[in-house]
């Protein structure tokens, strides 16, 4: 009881910071057990660090191949931590008391909201509930459709494992995978061509990708979606934008490549621009070989990576509703509005400036930190560029430089992947619990010039 009051009084932002710590650190000294790697021997620290930080923060970048390295007993580690950072390990922990039966206070309601990226603590028990069990009940169809499609290639015990295993990571917007039984880092590529594979996964990654809030909504007005609140709206529009967009692109840019659609059939190119699309939005698979990709491409895919899944969701990245706010302020200026206006209703200015706050840090760090990898590792910028927006915006993606990086650049990525996943929950938590008290000194307006 006594620890459990002392978990009440701490913050909530530290909290969520050292719990994903912690849960990294176990990780990675699980991962150098000799029982986890197929040669039996002890992986070194900063290999295991890397692949714990990126399977807790659900991005999927590797330096040593999943399958090829760690042993079964490696992948469930791996696959544990997949579940407990896609779902936040407090939200797991709520298990407990709705096991218990125990009233949820506000200290707990104020974590769980911190820890799904909400930031609103209406109903989040609720939420939270039915979240867990959506969760299970979505992975576990998800893991019987890919086992059906596995089990011929891999065998019966072989082929569920591998369907339990990729479902868990696409839903979490992992982009781990087993598949690489001859060729390491094969991802997804030995299977562009088989749309229930595909279609499954990319099922997964949306539906992860939307959040636990929109989920809810959807359930309460199942009846009549014109009811559905304006957040659910705009997440929803700008889900189908992006999706819809992306595709285009990808499909235009991409149609003659060789190295990714050009030798490919029409349908083929459709259902693997529309993966890219999707995948880039926080989920790590690859189906098409990111290396061979074009330069506009690889702009395109680090602009899709920062945007990333919804607030709430297992996915990363600034966040739709980030990003449909800020799009809203654009148009507000260039015709000449103040407020700032969505379907009829004014967006809170306080949002405004924690969208415009949130955007220009992660684009700052972003920056900051692509030209600092392409120092230290003397690659090309926009392929530095990629793995940092990758590991930033927790996707997983790369174009094949990361298990080649020494140990600083390593580092610094996992600092990215935990910053991508921790602080932008942080300041999910600042939004959430910081005054709201008008300022007590008003000072004089200035006018100050603009473009």
Known sequence: MYKWNLLRSLNPGRIVVASFAIIILVGALLLMLPISSRDGQVTDFISCLFTATSATCVTGLIVVDTYMHWTLFGQVVIICLIQLGGLGF????????????????????????????????????RVVRHALMGTF??????????????????????????????????????????????????????????????LVIMSLIVIGGLGFFV????????????????????????????????????????????????????????????????????????????????????????????????????????????IAVLLLTLRAGLVGREAVTFRGRTIAQRRVMDAMTLALVVVGVFVAGSMVLSLLESVHFLDAAYEVASAMATVGVTVGITPGLGNVARVMLVIMMYLGRVGIMSFSIAFLSRSKDQAKIKYPTAEVMIG
Not at 159 to 187: E, K, M, T
Not at 236 to 244: G, P
Not at 260 to 282: C, E, H, Y
Request: glycine share 10%; aromatic share 8%.
């Open 90 to 125: 407090m939200t797991l922990i709520s298990v407990i008391s709705f096991l218990l039966r125990r009233r949820i206070g506000l200290s707990e309601r104020l974590l769980m909201a911190s820890t799904l990226n909400l930031n609103d603590m209406d109903g989040v028990v």
């Open 137 to 198: 009940l979505l992975e576990g169809i998800g893991a019987a459709i890919l086992a059906l499609r596995f089990i011929p290639d891999f065998g019966l015990l072989k082929g569920i494992w591998r369907g339990i295993f990729h479902s868990i990571s696409a839903f979490c917007n992992a982009g781990f995978d087993i598949l690489g039984v001859d060729q390491p880092f094969v991802s997804l590529t030995n299977y562009n061509d088989d749309p229930v594979i595909l």
């Open 215 to 322: 989920w809810e909504d959807i359930l309460r007005c199942r009846k009549d979606l014109r009811k559905l609140s304006l957040y659910s709206k705009m997440v929803l529009c700008m889900t189908a934008a992006l999706i819809i967009g992306g595709t285009l692109f990808f499909l235009a840019v991409e149609w003659h490549n060789p190295a990714t659609l050009g030798d490919m059939p029409v349908w083929q190119k459709v259902v693997n621009s529309m993966f890219q699309a999707i995948t880039l939005r926080t989920a790590g698979y690859d189906s098409v070989g990111q290396a061979g990709l074009l330069d506009s491409s690889l702009v395109m895919g680090c602009i899709l990576m920062l945007i990333g899944g919804s607030s709430g969701s297992t996915a990363g990245g600034i966040k739709t509703g980030t």
